[in-house]
């Protein structure tokens, strides 16, 4: 699984006009799921999201977690981000997981993060969605399992 995460100041999610996900401060995350993951490539990725130090301590330095600030976690189903972009000017999708294992993958760790995080949200899965973030930093950072 790879997950695209953003420390930001707030973001949300709109389909179709509709806000169907909001947090303040915390991370926003772009999630794409692979051929190979499974649920324990959710569960390593979710560990991170919550244990990943990128929020600065009193000395500005990046050594806190979002567990650590209690800050809002947005998930965000992306299967663009598993795309193969190595050779010619278009993208191969044929590196993302198909709709049906991407989609259980997805629920399962969006069930998770609710169980373990209080502030959770997400998009929705397969959907035309606006994303709309204030990126805080700007932190972003590439996490794979």
Same mark, same amino acid.
């Given at each position: 699984?790879? =997950?695209?995460?953003?420390?930001?100041?707030?973001?949300?999610?709109?389909?179709?006009?509709?806000?169907?996900?909001?947090?303040?401060?915390?991370?926003?995350?772009?999630?794409?799921?692979? $051929?190979?993951? /499974?649920?324990?490539?959710?569960?390593?990725?979710?560990?991170?999201?919550?244990?990943?130090?990128?929020?600065?301590?009193?000395?500005?330095?990046?050594?806190?977690?979002?567990?650590?600030?209690?800050?809002?976690?947005?998930?965000?189903? *992306?299967? /663009?981000?598993?795309?193969?972009?190595?050779? =010619?000017?278009? @993208?191969?999708?044929? /590196?993302?997981? @198909? $709709?049906?294992?991407?989609?259980?993958?997805?629920?399962?760790?969006?069930?998770?993060?609710?169980?373990?995080?209080?502030?959770?949200?997400?998009?929705?899965?397969?959907?035309?969605? *606006?994303?709309?973030?204030?990126?805080?930093? @700007?932190? /972003?950072?590439?996490?794979?399992?």
């Amino acid at each position: 699984m790879k =997950g695209l995460l953003q420390r930001v100041r707030g973001a949300r999610v709109e389909v179709a006009g509709e806000v169907v996900g909001a947090i303040d401060q915390g991370l926003l995350v772009l999630v794409a799921v692979e $051929p190979g993951d /499974t649920r324990a490539s959710a569960d390593k990725l979710l560990n991170k999201l919550l244990n990943y130090r990128v929020f600065s301590d009193a000395e500005g330095k990046m050594n806190l977690s979002l567990a650590d600030v209690s800050g809002g976690l947005l998930l965000v189903s *992306q299967f /663009t981000l598993a795309a193969d972009t190595k050779s =010619g000017l278009r @993208p191969s999708f044929s /590196t993302a997981a @198909p $709709p049906a294992l991407g989609e259980e993958l997805f629920d399962y760790l969006l069930g998770k993060a609710k169980q373990v995080h209080g502030t959770v949200a997400s998009g929705r899965f397969g959907a035309d969605m *606006q994303v709309h973030l204030v990126n805080d930093g @700007p932190v /972003t950072f590439l996490l794979q399992t």
